[in-house]
């Protein structure tokens, strides 16, 4: 048995209109807080390919540094080639993830700039 949260996000396996896509922004971003908190998430839709892997992505991209295209090829590599398959939501994940995060630059030390 699962044990860890349970997440709903009834969206319609289509273009998704603004009130959906603020619907599954907002469920992207519960998980993202769930998993950098070290906890475990479970998003559920019909067969766990198409709306839960949006989720999924979106999260993805708040917790990585990796592009929509990447997160894409990730999942459908532990979900298998249907995984995304949707091109409303590949569009939407290349969209509001684009190349990803930015990588954070390691600053220097204190005591590296005043040794200097």
Not at 51 to 72: C, D, E, H, K, V
Not at 80 to 101: D, K, M, T, Y
Request: charged share 15%; glycine share 8%.
């Amino acid at each position: 048995m699962f044990q860890g949260s349970v997440l709903r996000c009834p969206l319609p396996d289509a273009n998704l209109d603004i009130v959906q896509l603020a619907i599954a922004a907002a469920t992207s971003v519960t998980v993202a807080k769930t998993v950098a908190q070290g906890q475990r998430v479970l998003v559920t839709c019909a067969k766990g390919l198409n709306r839960s892997g949006l989720i999924a992505a979106l999260a993805l991209g708040q917790l990585t540094t990796m592009s929509g295209s990447q997160i894409i090829t990730h999942i459908r590599k532990y979900r298998g080639p249907l995984a995304l398959s949707n091109p409303h939501f590949q569009a939407i994940i290349r969209c509001l993830i684009g190349e990803g995060r930015p990588r954070a630059s390691r600053s220097r030390s204190r005591s590296a700039d005043t040794e200097g």
